[in-house]
Every structure is written in structure tokens, then in C-alpha cells.
């Protein structure tokens, strides 16, 4: 089947074809333009008038989809009580002891089907797709268990293109962090992911277990991410680019020290600024890294604890207001830079030759973040 987006305002295009991702996003272009998709692959920038469907995109803009890179889909239920503790002044360790925060997340995996977490998951999936993301990762780290890890490591792969084993989230009972850690072992072995994450900080795992878990990863050859700087500088980028990690995620607190060496590596910052805005966290210094040249990624972080957000098009307005982005910077972060931490390089620009998935706005490109909490999309178009 042939597709042809015809008379676009705007097609956001890369400076050149094949590039794995984007350090200078201001070299996107935008210019009026068509595209045509034949099987789910971009066939040719210029409109087709026999395709069996045209979409007229007269004063509208045409981007690639979006590729959310860093979600905790699936998960079961959601913690709107906690939300509503939280920004009445209930101090977090609080609302632990009342059983809240990631423990109530795993109690409720534990008590959903199979069914049940999957429903779930895949209308959150769905939703994602209304607001442009035809790309989404999936993790597991709900699970707090040997066989909850390995159930959600079956489970998040029919919910996500890639499948990333958080199993070091959080520190199960009855265990330390290099006791948990053997089991991280155990688990990266066992199951079926496409990378391997942790959560570092003060109430989670240390530096030296995200050195262990990058040892883990070279021997799984799987890549390296890492959730890191989120509420302290722990120092632990450092530590992340000489483990050769992928992606260092978060980085709401990030040392000043560790930035230009981020910069100039081959290592993703991926900034989550719906976790920043509800959480009142620190905000990344995300127009530093930018400037710096950073591979700069844009995410949800979908979670039911500090980022309920499935909608990418809100973290783009958050960004650009927050960071002082440019729409462009915006846009390369949550498309080709972020299928590229994903390892996908069949995606995330409008090339002749890349999948077909194909986001065409109700107005420029720009309106993204102006109309702040407007779903921009009005036509989604997948490979
Ligand atoms: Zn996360």
C-alpha cells in the first residue's frame, strides 16, 4: 500500500542522510515539502497522486514519529493518593511507611493477571500513539523479584519495541545492594532484554554496582543505561562512561565537573523533565548540555510514581520552556536521538529508505510547545 502525505507547510528533514544522531539539532530542516510511503517505508520526498491514500497536509508540518526511549511501561494500577500527599507537604519517607512509592507498585504487579497488567499497559501504549510516539521502550523494575523480574521481562516485551532489564530499581527485603546484585547477575543471564539499567542513588544502588552492572552488560553484549543525578550528585557519570554506557538518564543534578565529559562522549543524556516538573525536582542543565554538544534525548520516564506522562508532545513544551530549547533541539532529542539509544537506525528521520513512521501535525512545528497541553497530532502513519 502506498501513502502520500502531500503539500506539507513544513517536513522536518536531518542536514544529510545516515546519521546515527544529532549533536548541533539547530541543522534540522524544515521546508515545505511531500512524502510517500510504500509498505511502511519511505519511498520518496515528493507527493505520489496514484497512492491508494493521500493525506492533504496543507498548512501542517510532517515529523517522524516519536521514539519514547525511556518509559517503566508495564506497570499495574496507578498512585494519584500519593501525588496528592506529595504536593500537600507529605515528606516522601512518610508515605513509604504508610506502604506508597515503589513497594505499593510492586504489590499491585504481584496481585494483577498477566491479563490485567497487559491491558493496562497497552491502552497507556495506545495513548502514547494518539500523541505521536510510534516507538516505546519498555522495562522491567516493578517486579522486586526473581521470577516478578523474569514475568515482567516476558511481559514488557509484548508491550515495547525494546525491553530493558531495570532489574537493580530498587532493593528487594531481605536483601543488600552486592547481595541483589548476584541476582541482577542471574537475571541479566536468564532473560530476554535488549539492555540492562540501575538505579543509582542514595536509597537505591551504589557507583560500584553500576561498575559491576557494566561489567554484566559487556559480558551480555548488551548496552549499558543507567538512572542517575536524579535527586543527588552521586558523581556517577563518571563511572557510567567508563562502564561505556549507552544512555546516563535523569540528570537533574548533575556535578558541573561531569558535563563536558558527557558531552563529548558517545553516551546519551536522556532529560525526563515530566519526572522534574512533578516531582519539583532540580532541573538538568539541559541548554549547558546542549550547547556542549550533548547527544540530548527527551523521554517520559512513564511511571505511576513520579511521571505519570505518556504524552511526549507535553515533554517537548516542558523542555522548551524549562531548558530554553529550540523546537528543533526538542524534536532531534525525542526521534533520532532517542532511537538511537534504542539501537533502532531505521528510524527517527525522514529519509528515503527508513520505516514509515510518520506524525503529521494540525499546525507547524512550533505550535508543539506553544500550545502547551494541546495534542498536536492529526494523523499518525506507521510502518
Ligand atoms: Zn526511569
Not at 510516539?133 to 523494575?141: D, I, L, S
Not at 542471574?186 to 553500576?210: G, H, P, Q, W
Amino acid at each position: 500500500m502506498k501513502v502520500s502525505i502531500r503539500g506539507a507547510a513544513q517536513v522536518l528533514l536531518p542536514p544529510e542522510d545516515g546519521l546515527p544522531y544529532l549533536r548541533r539539532p539547530s541543522e534540522l530542516r524544515l521546508e515545505p515539502g511531500s512524502v510517500t510511503a510504500e509498505d511502511g517505508v519511505i519511498v520518496a520526498l515528493e507527493d505520489d497522486p496514484g497512492a491508494d491514500v493521500i493525506i492533504d497536509a496543507a498548512g501542517r508540518a510532517v515529523i517522524p514519529g516519536f521514539v519514547d526511549c525511556h518509559t517503566h511501561l508495564p506497570f499495574a494500577g496507578w498512585r494519584a493518593q500519593e501525588y496528592e500527599q506529595k504536593v500537600t507537604g507529605v515528606p516522601y519517607e512518610e508515605i513509604a511507611r504508610g506502604g506508597g512509592g515503589i513497594a505499593a507498585s510492586a504489590r499491585a504487579l504481584a496481585a494483577a493477571s498477566d491479563a490485567e497488567v497487559l491491558a493496562q499497559a497497552l491502552e497507556v501504549r495506545e495513548e502514547m500513539r494518539e500523541w505521536g510516539t510510534t516507538t516505546v521502550e519498555a522495562k522491567t523494575g516493578y517486579g522486586l523479584s526473581r521470577d516478578g523480574e523474569l514475568r515482567l521481562a516476558r511481559l514488557a516485551r509484548r508491550v515495547g519495541d525494546r525491553v530493558t532489564g531495570l532489574f537493580a530499581h530498587a532493593i528487594p527485603e531481605g536483601y543488600d545492594a552486592a547481595g541483589w546484585m548476584d541476582e541482577v547477575d542471574a537475571l541479566a543471564a536468564a532473560a530476554d532484554v535488549d539492555a540492562l539499567d540501575i538505579y543509582v542513588e542514595s536509597v537505591a544502588f551504589r557507583n560500584e554496582d553500576l561498575e559491576r552492572l557494566g561489567e554484566i552488560a559487556r559480558r551480555e553484549g548488551v548496552p549499558l543505561r543507567a538512572h542517575v543525578e536524579q535527586f543527588n550528585a552521586n558523581r556517577s557519570v563518571p563511572v557510567a562512561l567508563a562502564a561505556g554506557a549507552r544512555s546516563v538518564d535523569h540528570l537533574a543534578c548533575l556535578h558541573p565537573d561531569d558535563l563536558a565529559p558527557l558531552a563529548a562522549a558517545e553516551c546519551a543524556a536522556v532529560l525526563l523533565p515530566g519526572a522534574e516538573f512533578l516531582g519539583a525536582e532540580e532541573l538538568a542543565p539541559g541548554r549547558a548540555l546542549a550547547d556542549a554538544g550533548a547527544i540530548c534525548v527527551l523521554a517520559t520516564d512513564c511511571n505511576p510514581g513520579t511521571s505519570p506522562v505518556a504524552a511526549l508532545p507535553v515533554v517537548v513544551g516542558l523542555a522548551v520552556r524549562r531548558y530554553g530549547w529550540t523546537v528543533r533541539e526538542a524534536l532531534a532529542a525525542c526521534t533520532l536521538n532517542a532511537a538511537w539509544v534504542l539501537g533502532f537506525g531505521d528510524r527517527g528521520t525522514i529519509e528515503v529508505g527508513k520505516r514509515a513512521d510518520l506524525v503529521v501535525l494540525d499546525g507547524p512545528v512550533e505550535h508543539i510547545p506553544y500550545r502547551f497541553g494541546h495534542n498536536p497530532v492529526a494523523e499518525v502513519v506507521t510502518a
